[in-house]
Each structure stands twice: as structure tokens, then as C-alpha cells.
């Protein structure tokens, strides 16, 4: 069974410090993603990481796959208070023509300033 | 506005009730996915559809059940509602069925069973 562990659930950090989020999956998977949601909004795609070794930058996050140790990242770099939200891995398996995409339990970022 | 529009935004109703929660996907989007979202369940991926049929289904129950119309919008049809089926429905759309470069997703239908 494909189960997305994120860690750490609940995150608190000072502006202008650096964190990472981390994202491990147990099976293989075809393509791994990264979304954004501020509360109750709806969720934002940041990123899309399509095969091993992949990273994606934008602004002042940055997100990485190893798809051999079945991790990815999400780096925060400098973080401003526009970065608090809840933030998402998800991961998709496709198993004989059939996809499975399942959401890791989500980070809660709050960045105080 | 993502394109992707759902509704009712807000939706009370009783236990044992039955409820529709309509999406329009963004224009050119093929796919819609449905998912649910609680607090003690986190984000589950509940069924996708494809240019009408049916493409992957994830967790969801029996009492459940969607479809995809001509006109790609989809339903999400929820019977014999129990306590626990409070929560968030979002609507995602997607070009393909592979999602490629992510979802699209609608604000959510915010469903209160009482």
C-alpha cells in the first residue's frame, strides 16, 4: 500500500531562517507533487517533480526528488510571513493503467515575524 | 479564480440525507477529480473521471457516487449522510488524465452534516 509520511507536521520558525519539509513515500512513484493551501482555500500546485534527481525552484521555495531513497524536499529559504500555510506532498503510482494519487498529511508552516 | 468552479459553496444538511456537489472543470480540462479533506482523515482522493469515464477510483465509499456529463462538468453524489462525511469536497481539474504539471483546484463545497 502507498503510504506519504511528511514530517514535521507543525512547523514554527523565525523570518528570515532557513527549513526543510520533508516528504517519504513507500513505494515507487511516477511523479511527485507539492501544493500550498492557506487556510480555507483551496489548494495551490508549486511544483511537479517528474524523475529522479529533479529540482524546481520558485522565489524561496526550492523542491527535490530522490526517487532512490523515495524522498523529496521542500526547502525554505529566508522565510517571510507570505509563506505560512499548509503545505502538501502528494504522490502518483500508476499500477497497470490504473493511477493511484495519494496526499501526505501536510506541514503547517507558520513563520513569525 | 482557477477556472475550476464548485458548487454549493456551503451545504448543511441532516444525517441520512443525500446531497449533489457540482464541478465545472477549467476550460480544456478533460479530467475532474473529487477529494475530501477532515481533519482526522487528511486529504483522501476520492474518484477521477476522463472525457466521461471513469479513470482511477481511491477511497471512496459505496454511499458515494459520481459521474462526468458530456459537457465534462461532474457530480458528486453523497447518500445516506453520516456525522462523519463532514468536510471539505474539493474538485480538481486536469488537460490530461496523467496530470503532468498538477491539478487545478476549485474552492471546495464545505459540507456540514448534522
Known amino acids: 500500500e502507498l503510504k506519504v509520511e511528511q514530517n514535521p507536521l507543525f512547523l514554527s520558525m523565525q523570518e528570515g531562517k532557513n527549513y526543510t519539509i520533508y516528504c517519504n513515500y513507500s513505494t515507487t512513484s511516477d511523479r511527485l507533487y507539492w501544493y500550498r493551501q492557506d487556510p480555507g482555500k483551496s489548494l495551490e500546485s508549486l511544483f511537479v517533480l517528474l524523475s529522479n534527481g529533479a529540482v524546481k525552484q520558485e522565489g524561496r521555495l526550492m523542491a527535490s526528488l530522490d526517487t532512490k531513497a523515495r524522498l523529496s524536499t521542500l526547502h525554505i529559504t529566508a522565510a517571510v510571513h507570505d509563506l505560512s500555510a499548509t503545505y502538501f506532498c502528494a504522490v502518483l503510482r500508476t499500477t497497470s493503467g490504473t493511477y493511484k494519487y495519494i496526499f501526505g498529511t501536510g506541514t503547517r508552516l507558520k513563520v513569525l515575524a | 479564480d482557477s477556472g475550476v468552479t464548485q458548487t454549493p459553496k456551503h451545504l448543511i444538511t441532516a444525517t441520512g440525507q443525500r446531497v449533489t456537489l457540482r464541478c465545472s472543470p477549467r476550460s480544456g480540462d478533460l479530467s475532474v477529480y473529487w477529494y475530501q479533506q477532515s481533519l482526522d482523515q487528511g486529504l483522501q482522493f476520492l474518484i477521477q473521471?476522463?472525457?466521461?469515464?471513469?479513470?482511477a477510483k481511491g477511497n471512496i465509499l459505496e454511499r458515494f457516487s459520481a459521474q462526468q456529463f458530456p459537457d465534462l462538468h461532474s457530480e458528486l453524489n453523497l447518500s445516506s449522510l453520516e456525522l462523519g462525511d463532514s468536510a471539505l469536497y474539493f474538485c480538481?481539474?486536469?488537460?490530461?488524465?496523467?496530470?503532468?504539471?498538477?491539478?487545478?483546484f476549485g474552492s471546495g463545497t464545505r459540507l456540514t452534516v448534522v
Open positions: 480538481a481539474s486536469s488537460l490530461s488524465d496523467r496530470v503532468d504539471y498538477g491539478y487545478t
Open positions: 473521471y476522463y472525457n466521461g469515464e471513469e479513470r
